[in-house]
Nanobody, 118 residues
Framework: QVQLVESGGGLVQPGGSLRLSCVAS????????MSWYRQAPGKEGRELVA????????KYVESVKDRFTISRDYAKNTVNLHMNSLKPEDTAVYYC???????????WGKGTLVTVSS
């Protein structure tokens, strides 16, 4: 089992920055890749925002490229999402997601709300 706890959300003005963190606990040695998803208010489904694989290769949705950076700190069992130049359309609940192997399972955090508004 893996538990994921997000933090760092809040209210920020357009153009501002936030850093989200996700701490993993439990069977962390089996985690292969970690990601951040988001769900905007009133919208169905979650959107993959950023992903980091076991080799450190990262992927981003087009709308956040050059503004967001995902990183993983193995020593602290965390995955971070640095968000710069935030826009109102970035407003969403951001969820941490992890995939573990042997056995293959996926896990979600409970989410942290990011609101970008003046």
């Amino acid at each position: 089992q893996v538990q994921l706890v997000e933090s760092g959300g809040g209210l920020v003005q357009p153009g501002g920055s936030l850093r989200l963190s996700c701490v993993a606990s439990g069977s962390i040695s089996r985690i292969s890749r970690m990601s951040w998803y988001r769900q905007a208010p009133g919208k169905e489904g979650r959107e993959l925002v950023a992903d980091i694989g076991p080799s450190g290769i990262t992927k981003y949705v087009e709308s956040v490229k050059d503004r967001f950076t995902i990183s993983r700190d193995y020593a602290k069992n965390t995955v971070n999402l640095h968000m710069n130049s935030l826009k109102p359309e970035d407003t969403a609940v951001y969820y941490c997601y992890a995939i573990s192997v042997s056995p293959s399972r996926d896990y979600w955090g409970k989410g942290t709300l990011v609101t970008v508004s003046s």
